[in-house]
């Protein structure tokens, strides 16, 4: 058992030696959504599909009842707009509404990265989490790891499902001066896109320029640790569908667990050690009785 | 006690049997279905609710419930309780069956069935589930290598294929004379590995749900998640071999095996008590028991996890009263096993609460057959194994 003896003097220093480190990638690509410019025309709906060639968004060319039920991203659509009411009402008394745009957030320490069982999904260094379907199995664990229900699934794919979510438009940001679909075709600049530190910069900015027009409250600042995609807005962002959420990043408590457990193996082995030396000690102890009888015996 | 297991030759096909093929058939349809219109074709899942009856049911539960084989073993043979002996062949056998058929049942749930060795290629060490995965593969193989010596022990020397595949005999015949000669002197490594593998993947099958705790209802959503799940797996275990040696020593009329059964219990009651007081420890640390009285099916799904499966079973073992009759044992153990599957199902599918979408679930008819149709699989391959090969203890008359 000498193996079973060096690793226990291994093993706790092992575990307290791993310290958690978020592996956000350092500047990084992200959006700022500016919800008091949105007026809801959906243009980026169209834009999305026509990059990522998806079918058309639902009820293009109208958008007068297409707001009457909340749309969810699907394995269709990477993005959709929504309206809410608040409460507020415009100077002219009729209810003001809000338009949010929702896509995945692409966080800086990503749920779904740390919980794919065959790292198909990775955080790449411009900042979008990327989805490769050639490692997938289908086993959704990156669904249920996403705070904000996100990624979707070709339910009705037999053989080859994938999962379906926004892409950040990669191939157009990776190359010089690439802006995604919605942000290129956003005609009242609601979206920005550039450094996502320079986009916190800008949205503290507009917080500070517009004393009371916004609410202080830049989500996507600290939700999970942080994410790529950044909203500001003049309501507050629980009456617009956002979830409120910790601020510690999504995957720090289960990788903590899972290095200090399982690092190098330290646990496994250590406890094969120590059950090896109980089985020695038992079996010997049965070898003892059995001569022992046998010596009665005679 | 001469322990000197032996195959039942019991006539195989009684109304028994045929009912559990009828499940067999219909649950074979809805696997077909599946992979002819895909998984939303015969589930209710959604984008919001990827996991459901699947997860929660043949895979989450039947892990735990498969707990029989590494905690007999444990017992038996690494800490020396050789009295035990007798349960550790129908509980291996359950195990390996056990596992086998969470395999199946992932087959049937991933998307992409075909690439399910994909993760042995492309490592995720943050993942809890590539953990899960390897652990419940390696230990498959280890349940497997377990069972070689009860095959040997049967047709060592006696392989007797028919027709054509007799040309076999001989390569058989030798592969299980040299493997039980191999597996004599070495079965202690895979002893040793059967139940850390286990402890592993136990409790990381708790950590499973831990990255989506935003998504978890308070009363189930805590740290400590990995460590309910391998204590409450460890308190299961000898209840389910209870459950399933009381079951098939009346259905088979083999030996009453109460003697055994009985300390056994003993066992439970600190391993159970264990887990009981953990739960509560930490509901009282976390201030969780604010949510006891929200009367939503969630607060009241926890009520009935703890009261019946965990609370009544406990205080029923602690009568020698009921240790000792074969209906208390019964009613306690079945009742513990209640309340490890309720407690799976709650962690998976109960506590499971999207949080901008709020959408429900419930299994529709396709998950439900495709569960029952494995379940009945499962006993199928059980009867008939102990039909022909030295699993369960003879019957008093025969063996004297």
Not at chain 1, 195 to 201: C, E, G, P, V
Not at chain 2, 112 to 136: D, Y
Not at chain 2, 215 to 227: A, C, M
Request: proline fraction near 6%; glycine fraction near 8%; hydrophobic fraction near 45%.
């Amino acid at each position: 058992m000498g193996v079973a003896g060096a690793s226990v003097a291994v093993g706790p220093s092992v575990a307290q030696g791993e310290q958690w480190r978020s592996k956000a990638p350092p500047d990084s690509l992200g959006c700022l959504i500016d919800l008091t410019r949105c007026i809801g025309c959906r243009k980026c709906e169209d834009a999305c599909s026509q990059v990522n060639e998806l079918p058309p968004p639902e009820k293009q060319s109208c958008d007068c009842v297409v707001f009457d039920h909340k749309r969810r991203p699907d394995e269709d659509s990477f993005t959709v707009v929504n309206r809410y009411f608040s409460g507020k009402l415009t100077e002219f008394d009729t209810p003001d509404p809000t338009f949010v745009k929702t896509q995945c957030m692409h966080c800086q320490d990503p749920a779904c990265v740390s919980a794919c069982i065959a790292a198909a999904l990775s955080k790449q260094s411009n900042g979008a989490v990327k989805y490769d379907a050639s490692k997938c199995i289908g086993c959704r664990y990156c669904m249920v790891a996403c705070p904000f229900e996100i990624p979707a699934y070709e339910y009705h794919d037999p053989i080859t499902p994938r999962v379906r979510k926004c892409t950040f438009c990669y191939d157009r940001i990776s190359k010089e001066g690439g802006v995604p679909g919605c942000a290129a075709i956003c005609p009242v600049e609601a979206i920005t896109f550039g450094k996502r530190s320079d986009m916190l910069a800008l949205a503290k900015n507009r917080l500070k320029e517009n004393p009371g027009k916004y609410v202080t409250h830049i989500y996507g600042e600290k939700e999970v640790g942080g994410t790529a995609w950044l909203y500001i807005s003049s309501v507050d962002f629980d009456q617009l569908g956002f979830p409120s959420l910790p601020h510690e990043p999504a995957p720090k408590l289960s990788e903590t667990i899972q290095h200090s457990l399982f690092s190098y193996l330290w646990s496994p082995l250590v406890l094969f050690g120590v059950l090896g030396g109980i089985m020695g000690i038992s079996g010997r102890k049965k070898n003892e009785k059995k001569i022992k009888e046998a010596s009665d015996g005679a | 006690m001469e322990h000197k297991p032996s195959p039942l030759r019991k006539k195989f096909w009684t109304p028994g049997t045929f009912v559990m093929l009828a499940f067999i058939v219909a649950g074979g349809v809805a696997i077909i279905a599946r992979f002819i219109g895909g998984i939303g074709y015969v589930t209710n899942l959604s984008d919001s609710r990827p996991w459901g009856l699947w997860v929660g049911v043949d895979v989450a539960t039947g892990v735990a419930l498969a707990a029989g084989g590494f905690t007999t073993a444990a017992l038996a043979h690494i800490f020396g309780r050789h009295y035990y002996e007798p349960v550790t062949r129908p509980a291996l056998l359950t195990a390996l069956l056990g596992y086998t058929f969470v395999v199946l049942g992932l087959l049937v749930d991933i998307g992409r069935s075909w690439a399910i060795w994909k993760p042995l290629v492309n490592w995720n060490t943050n993942s809890a589930l590539f953990e899960v995965a390897m652990c419940v593969m390696v230990y498959l193989t280890v349940l497997y290598i377990e069972f070689i010596p009860i095959v040997a022990e049967q047709y060592k020397g006696k392989v007797n294929l028919p027709g054509i595949l007799s040309v076999f005999n001989g390569l058989l015949n030798r592969f299980l004379k040299i493997a039980d000669a191999i597996l004599d002197k070495t079965m202690w490594v895979f002893i040793i590995a059967g139940v850390v593998l286990s402890c592993m993947h136990q409790s990381s099958l708790g950590t499973l749900m831990i990255i989506a705790h935003t998504k978890i209802h308070p009363l189930w959503q805590t740290p400590i998640l990995p460590l309910l799940f391998l204590v409450s797996a460890f308190s299961v275990g000898y209840p389910m071999v209870v459950f399933e040696t009381t079951l098939a020593s009346a259905s088979f009329k083999g030996d009453s095996e109460i003697g055994i059964l009985a300390p056994l219990t003993r066992i439970t009651i600190f391993l159970l008590g264990a887990y009981m007081a953990l739960k509560l420890g930490d509901m009282w640390a976390r201030g969780s028991y604010k949510y006891l009285l929200d009367g939503n099916y969630q607060t009241n799904s926890f009520i009935v996890e703890m009261l019946m499966g965990v609370m009544a079973p406990w205080t029923m073992l602690l009568f020698e009263k009921v240790r000792t009759s074969r209906k208390g044992v019964f009613t306690a153990s079945a009742l513990i096993i209640f309340g490890v599957v309720l407690n799976r199902i709650n962690v998976f599918i109960v506590a499971y609460t999207p949080p901008v979408t709020q959408t429900g679930y419930f299994p529709a008819v396709g998950e439900i057959l495709t569960t029952l149709g494995f379940i009945a699989g499962l006993m199928f391959i059980y009867r008939f194994i102990v039909t022909w090969l030295p699993v369960l203890n003879a019957p008093k008359e025969v063996c004297s």
